[in-house]
């Protein structure tokens, strides 16, 4: 499954991360300079104390500061990337969009469901099934290789032949390995883009088929 490209910025509320560690850290930098400096004027001129500790804690404070700031800049770069990846979800509203999902819509006595599996398997099948989980139609003997996003097109055709009403069903995939075990596997199919909303950094995308993804997880545009 692709990365999510739309994604790039943070959840919200962690963006302000860095300025609230970057807060801590300049009071314990003035607490260390004030602390140092008040034992530097009351030290016994006769035994000065030994500054090497002071130095070394000084240059620890500093490595924390600039990882601070660093993360500061990488989180400002995420967020300018995260609105560019706004507008760009934008832009595939009124698209057709292959994404992962269970929903399948029959549309002109035809619908075209498609598979991806985890790992080579020896057997897979596809059925297509009404809300209440009536079995309509199933196929068998399909391809079996994993990482290829496989399609299957269906007639609209129910098991004893008949066309079935237009709307949404249900798809599921069993694939099994040559000794009977499940193979992970995930189903698609195509939809148009309704809207797209941003949530928590990311760009969801809402479907004709009433289901939801995020931007990333497309596998392709039509």
Not at 76 to 92: K, N
Not at 101 to 130: F, H, K, M, P, W
Request: charged share 15%; net charge negative; glycine share 8%.
């Amino acid at each position: 499954m692709a990365i999510d490209p739309f994604g790039l910025g943070a959840p919200a509320g962690t963006a302000t991360t860095s300025s609230t560690a970057m807060s801590q850290l300049s009071e314990d930098y003035e607490s260390f300079i004030t602390l140092l400096t008040a034992q530097i004027q009351n030290q016994d001129p006769l035994e000065p104390m030994d500054s090497t500790t002071f130095i070394s804690q000084l240059a620890q404070l500093s490595q924390v500061e600039q990882a601070v700031a660093t993360n500061s800049n990488l989180e400002g770069i995420a967020s300018q990337l995260s609105s560019m990846s706004a507008i760009t979800g934008l832009s595939l509203i009124g698209r057709t969009v292959v994404a992962p999902t269970d929903q399948i819509a029959l549309n002109d006595g035809s619908a075209v469901a498609g598979y991806r599996l985890g790992t080579d398997a020896e057997s897979v099948a596809l059925t297509i099934r009404a809300a209440d989980g009536t079995v309509l139609r199933q196929y068998s003997d399909l391809p079996a290789t994993a990482n290829t996003l496989h399609e299957v097109t269906w007639d609209g055709l129910d098991y004893e032949g008949l066309p079935l009403p237009e709307g949404q069903y249900v798809m599921t995939v069993e694939a099994l390995d040559s000794e009977g075990n499940t193979i992970p596997s995930q189903t698609y199919a195509s939809s148009e883009v309704l809207s797209m909303t941003y949530e928590s950094g990311l760009a969801t995308l809402h479907l004709a088929n009433d289901d939801t993804v995020l931007a990333g997880v497309i596998e392709e545009v039509r």
